[in-house]
């Protein structure tokens, strides 16, 4: 997606979550929205930072793992450091855990509440090298829009 499309898609978020208080329900929107919005994907979804791991939220996909540890995998990872993760591909990422062996690439972007990691947003796609730093620059910036939707 360009630098545009990501504006149009924060303005989607914004009008879906207007007055919308319950988080689970604009996770959901929001996974669903990137998932339509982004070509080759094949998950789009968050995990939530519970018990010091990240359990999984709202999603758009195959099933997917349940748990995942801190500092395990590409989001375990992206946790654990809290920055962005882009991966062009999963299988050099050492640790990957494959929850669907169709992924090739990935991106994990670290979610906020009052400055605590909350979860991650996480996106594959079957496409080796699918995301790029425009694609990062959009993700966070779609994150930032959340952060303000869903905690402000």
């Known amino acids: 997606m360009e630098a545009t499309d990501y504006e149009l898609v ?3 978020m914004r009008a879906l979550a207007e007055d919308v208080p319950y988080e689970i329900t604009n996770l959901a929107n ?5 998932y339509t919005s982004m070509e080759d994907l094949n998950w789009a979804g968050f995990y939530l930072y519970l018990d010091g791991q990240l359990v999984l939220g709202p999603f758009q996909g195959k099933p997917a793992c349940t748990k995942i540890a801190m500092g395990k995998g590409v989001c375990g990872t992206a946790a654990l450091k809290d920055e962005t993760e882009l991966v062009p591909d999963v299988h050099q990422f050492p640790g990957h855990i494959a929850c669907d062996c169709a992924s090739n690439s990935e991106i994990v972007v670290p ?8 979860g991650v947003l996480d996106i594959d796609s079957p496409v080796l090298a699918r995301f790029s730093k425009s694609d990062q620059e959009g993700l966070e910036a779609f994150v930032k829009v959340l952060e303000e939707l869903l905690f402000s």
Do not use: F, P
């Open 10 to 12: 924060c303005s989607q």
């Open 111 to 118: 979610v906020h509440k009052n400055g605590a990691l909350y």
């Open 30 to 34: 929001a996974s669903a929205l990137l």
